[in-house]
Nanobody, 123 residues
Framework: QVQLVESGGGLVQAGGSLRLSCAAS????????MGWFRQAPGKEREFVAN?????????YYADSVKGRFTISRDNAKNTVYLQMNSLKPEDTAVYYC???????????????WGQGTQVTVSS
């Protein structure tokens, strides 16, 4: 079992930055792929980024955030981060972290989810 708790969301102006954190419980954290997803009102949940099992491992990003967002993880702290720079109003959504035992961008393959944290970017 893995429990996930996100933090760091908030209101920011366009062009600003936020860093989201996701604290995980469970001793097997390092065996999971960690991903960030987001869901805007009236839209489906979409993949944002993921990172492979080991700290500093391979990362993958959605085209819409590539070059602006950075995902990282610290297995010693059981925490995954999402650094978001050059934020745009279209980045406004509830952001979720999730854990999967397979390297994938499909939400259905992620077994564990956090409760989400709201990110609002004003124009």
């Amino acid at each position: 079992q893995v429990q996930l708790v996100e933090s760091g969301g908030g209101l920011v102006q366009a062009g600003g930055s936020l860093r989201l954190s996701c604290a995980a419980s469970g001793r097997t954290f390092s065996s999971y792929v960690m991903g960030w997803f987001r869901q805007a009102p009236g839209k489906e949940r979409e993949f944002v980024a993921n990172i492979n099992w080991r700290s500093g491992g391979n990362t993958y990003y959605a085209d819409s955030v590539k070059g602006r967002f950075t995902i990282s993880r610290d297995n010693a702290k059981n925490t995954v981060y999402l650094q978001m720079n050059s934020l745009k109003p279209e980045d406004t959504a509830v952001y979720y972290c999730a854990a999967s035992q397979v390297l994938t961008t499909r939400p259905a393959a992620y077994n564990y989810w956090g409760q989400g944290t709201q990110v609002t970017v004003s124009s």
